[in-house]
């Protein structure tokens, strides 16, 4: 063993003054920190300006998903039916948020940018059946609003796999 | 002066609860001090500035489920917790913070018991209350309890030496093992903090290794032992034992307050009769803020530089003291 007194002493002067400082804390619930654009919190499906649902039921996301958390079942678009914009629509939609490991890989494969992922983390519920969203659920606009970071100061490129397709 | 039982009772029952919330708010106190010394708030949540934390935390361990490892000793598993917070408990009867008062035609002593060899007393029960420690480790069948309590044992018996000694040298000035007189004798003359600085130095070292706080920190370090003796205990079992550890802290600053700081005595001056737990409390959150800005500074220790520091430095020190003081007081 090697003592070093001074040492020893000048590390308690040191721990002594940090008392007076500030501390660097956030205080979570109170202060939301702005999270990064890209982000990749739950889930969003999205709506044409007609008012028709983007989703055409193809189950590539269903396909892509690592978890298998997303569940679709399809049905032909009839006359006086017409829910999505294109051939069949998703009747079912349902994404187990407590499967999901939000690796954004559903977004990837949709052919048509109806499945986003959104900014919103605080998802916990008190009951697992809770975390099971619906279809209702995932068009709504998100409740709950998570402050953003400034785009053009944070986000980063256009991904290849967008800007190529 | 005589003592009412009753009176001996009620104190007994009023200290043993003023030490209970010592403990539990010293416990706040560690964490909120820690915190800030590490730039973070502490329990900041539990009521204004997190003052109500150690009732939640009460309220939550006493709602625990009171487990255990199917191939621990019923009885010893039990017990363990118990022995270890009694013993710690009963320690501080003996610790003088006041002069003693008369009110009302009846007469109320400075501490729980006056006892002529306080000083052995408290040194005998904190070595029954290593058995809490080595009966928990050793009943709950599990290997790092067991190592935890291995550890703890070597720890405690190495340390206690030194311990002991240290208060030699306080022992041999005051010529009494008496609190109370030694207390008297530091009134008379000078706070043995001065004389007996190397002694209070040893003192609070072996007392830092002897209650198992950072940087001697071996019997329960997390990293490798999971949490050392208590690994297997949950609930209010396990509150129990932190309680002890903590009860533990504060009688041995208690007692280091009453050996070298000069007791519930004012510096030069006591003010009135009722300001004597006054003055002990204030030296002995003084020691307790020592204890953790300690924990919060230095990393722990190697169990070889452990025991290499207690038996080759921490030892000879103590002996050294010892002697020397003898020495002097015999030829003065």
């Known amino acids: 063993m090697n003592p070093q007194p001074l040492g020893t002493l000048k590390g308690f002067a040191v721990t002594f003054r940090q008392i007076f400082r500030k501390p660097i804390t956030q205080q979570y619930p109170e202060y939301k920190r702005p999270v990064y654009p890209r982000f990749r919190g739950r889930h969003r499906l999205w709506k044409h300006e007609n008012g028709l649902e983007k989703c055409v039921g193809c189950s590539l996301c269903a396909a892509a998903c690592p978890a298998d958390c997303i569940r679709v079942v399809a049905e032909e678009n009839t006359a006086e039916n017409r829910v999505s914009a294109g051939e069949r629509y998703a009747r079912i939609y349902e994404i187990n948020l407590s499967r999901c490991i939000f690796c954004g890989y559903c977004e990837l494969a949709c052919p048509f940018d109806a499945i986003t992922l959104g900014n919103e983390f605080e998802i916990a519920e008190y009951s697992r059946d809770d975390l099971i969203y619906t279809k209702d659920m995932l068009l709504a606009e998100p409740i709950k609003r998570v402050p953003v970071a400034d785009r053009e100061q944070f986000d980063t490129p256009e991904p290849a796999y967008k800007t190529s397709s | ?332």
């Not at chain 2, 928990?136 to 703890?152: F, H, Q």
């Open chain 2, 1 to 332: 002066m005589h003592v009412e039982w009753y009176v001996s009772l009620i104190q007994a029952v009023v200290i043993i609860n003023l030490v209970m919330v010592t403990f539990a708010y010293l416990t706040l106190a560690e964490r909120k001090i820690m915190g800030r010394m590490q730039l973070r708030y502490g329990p900041n949540r539990a009521g204004p500035y997190g003052l109500l934390q150690p009732i939640a935390d009460l309220v939550k361990l006493l709602n625990k489920e009171s487990f255990q490892p199917t191939a621990a000793i019923d009885w010893l598993y039990v017990l363990g917790p118990f022995l270890a917070c009694f013993t710690a408990l009963t320690t501080f009867s003996v610790i003088p913070f006041g002069p003693g008062w008369e009110i009302g035609g009846v007469y109320i002593p400075g501490q729980v018991a006056d006892i002529d060899i306080a000083l052995i007393l408290i040194f005998a029960i904190g070595s029954v209350g290593i058995y809490g420690f080595i009966i928990g480790g050793w009943s709950s069948d599990s290997k790092y309890a067991l190592l935890g309590a291995m550890r703890t044992c070597a720890q405690l018996v190495s340390y206690e030496v030194s311990l002991a000694l240290s208060v030699l040298g306080v022992v041999i000035m005051a010529k009494s093992l008496s609190l109370t007189e030694i207390v008297a004798a530091q009134s008379d003359t000078v706070w043995y903090a001065v004389p007996q600085f190397v002694g209070l130095v040893v003192f609070f070292l072996a007392g830092t290794a002897e209650t198992a706080r950072a940087p001697f920190d071996l019997p329960e370090a997390e990293q490798e032992l999971v949490a050392g003796y208590h690994t297997e205990y949950g609930g209010m079992r396990f509150g129990l034992y932190s309680m002890s550890e903590y009860i533990n802290l504060i009688t041995l600053s208690g007692l280091c307050v009453t050996l070298f700081l000069g007791g519930w005595h004012g510096p030069g001056w006591d003010g009135a009769t009722w300001a004597g737990p006054l003055w002990f409390l204030g030296k002995l959150i003084l020691l307790l803020f020592l204890f953790i800005w300690m924990r919060a500074t230095l990393p722990r220790l190697r169990y070889d530089q452990l025991m290499r520091f207690g038996w080759k430095i921490l030892l000879p020190i103590a002996i050294l003291n010892a002697i020397v003081t003898a020495i002097v007081v015999v030829a003065v």
